[in-house]
């Protein structure tokens, strides 16, 4: 089975644009989390996506949304970036999520660089 | 809430020598545990995984990690160091619906 991939790898943008991150999980897995990797915060989770519905979110602005589709697949967007935004942006998938002990695999991550 | 803590953000070991990295949870229901390894531009891979079956987890690469309720920890041992280990490892805990991780230790392995 191919794993989680992200796309794209790399990005770089300047403040006040806004940019879409996609993900496209296991196949078969209907859960979908994203995570915020930086040198600072660490990992921090964003949202979690089930069934077309935003499940679980963390705690960031609203700048921060996602969607997923009926394919499973997700992206998230974030708007209005601010330099504070520059990460790793991981992806990962489980079969229906974490409520049932599952274990989550994580894509590669895209890196965002805000100028 | 769940969560864990790392001890020692940077490991230094020889290669051969023994790898011990440190993790404590806290949690107020039976703890599902996590060790994620992460090299270098790459996302995070899952070493092995604690949910109440074994309290001595065998993972990839020759790691194991053994879960001791009395000390609430749950480290992540490796006997001898392979230049190929050095990373950055996490410890993680489920909440219920997320992960929550640990800092973080970079692990050094020296020739």
């Known amino acids: 089975k191919a794993g989680v991939t992200q796309t794209p790898r790399y990005l770089i943008k300047t403040r006040g644009q806004q940019v879409t991150l996609s993900c496209s999980p296991i196949s078969g897995h209907r859960s979908v989390s994203w995570y915020q990797q930086t040198p600072g915060q660490g990992l921090q989770f964003l949202f979690e996506?089930?069934?077309?519905?935003?499940?679980n979110k963390g705690n960031f602005p609203g700048r921060f949304s996602g969607r997923q589709f009926s394919n499973s697949r997700s992206e998230m967007n974030v708007s209005t970036l601010e330099l504070g935004d520059s990460a790793l942006y991981l992806c990962?998938?489980?079969?229906?999520?974490?409520?049932?002990?599952?274990?989550?695999?994580f894509g590669p991550g895209t890196r965002l660089l805000v100028l | 809430a769940q969560s864990v803590t790392q001890l020692g953000s940077h490991v230094s070991v020889s290669e051969g020598a023994l790898v011990l990295l440190r993790c404590n949870y806290s949690?107020?229901?039976?703890?599902?545990l996590f060790w994620y390894v992460q090299y270098p531009n790459q996302g995070l891979q899952l070493l092995l995984k604690y949910t109440s079956a074994a309290t001595l987890v065998k993972g990839i690469n020759g790691f194991e990690a053994e879960f001791k309720k009395s000390e609430t920890s749950f480290h992540l041992t490796k006997p001898s160091a392979h230049m190929s280990d050095a990373a950055e490892y996490f410890c993680a805990i489920n909440s219920g619906y997320a992960l929550n991780f640990g800092k973080g230790t970079s692990l050094l392995v020296t020739p």
């Open positions: 996506y089930f069934s077309e519905t935003q499940r």
């Open positions: 949690s107020s229901v039976p703890p599902y």
């Open positions: 990962a998938s489980s079969l229906v999520g974490l409520v049932t002990q599952e274990t989550q695999y």
